[in-house]
């Protein structure tokens, strides 16, 4: 059983689109985050929500959105894709907030043409 | 500014060598220090460090915290080549919620 899923796991895309990537996490965790990681490798967060209350908003555009349903999901859409939206980004999820064990998902690579 | 940084940024050892890799930090309101391990996929938790001087271990990779010299190590003995990955060095600090800040990771090559 996957802990952590994302999909799509590949997403190539068109400058100006607009996409969702989705992620699910089945270990019953109260904290999901996504982060980015760029081509040199760094990992930086993007958000993290807590019972469905965005808690980390670090200084990424507003083009960037966290959608959760319930405390499951946390799904990010992107509007007006740019060139340098391409990365991979991982959603991951943690038991609550406190800077503990965080399960990663498997990554989505998002590139943009 | 918080800021987190990790040296060296890579490395190249044979099998059979051992490894220390760096974290230092600079944050307000400390709370822990993570560990993780990335291979080709996504990183996976290795430790997570609150109290200085009480070394962690999992087989042959241990780590240890020093909050006064607000640093961390990572030690790796007789390395082999699935210990070849990106070594990444978290710091949760600040009030209320709290932040999250990675280092740029540290490249571990093991050669046969």
């Known amino acids: 059983d996957t802990a952590v899923s994302q999909t799509p796991k590949y997403l190539v895309t068109q400058m100006g689109n607009d996409k969702s990537i989705k992620c699910e996490q089945n270990l019953g965790h109260d904290t999901m985050y996504w982060y980015k990681q760029d081509s040199k490798k760094f990992l930086k967060i993007m958000f993290s929500y807590n019972n469905k209350e965005l808690i980390i908003n670090e200084t990424v555009p507003n083009r960037f959105s966290p959608k959760s349903p319930d405390k499951a999901h946390l799904n990010l859409h992107i509007n007006s894709l740019e060139l340098g939206d391409s990365a991979v980004y991982f959603c991951?999820?943690?038991?609550?907030?406190?800077?503990?064990?965080?399960?990663f998902g498997p990554g989505t690579r998002l590139t943009v043409l | 500014e918080d800021k987190v940084v990790q040296s060296p940024l890579s490395l190249v050892v044979h099998e059979g060598d051992t490894v220390t890799l760096n974290c230092s930090y600079e944050v307000t309101n400390f709370r822990s220090l993570l560990w993780y391990k990335q291979e080709k996929k996504a990183p996976t938790f290795l430790f997570m460090l609150t109290s200085s001087g009480i070394e962690k271990k999992s087989g042959r990779l241990s780590s240890i915290l020093d909050k006064k010299e607000l640093f961390s190590i990572l030690n790796i003995t007789a390395t082999q080549t699935g210990d070849s990955a990106v070594y990444l060095c978290a710091v949760f600090y600040g009030g209320s919620q709290g932040n999250l800040i990675f280092g740029k990771g540290t490249k571990l090559s093991v050669k046969p």
């Open positions: 991951a999820s943690s038991l609550g907030l406190g800077g503990g064990e965080q399960f």
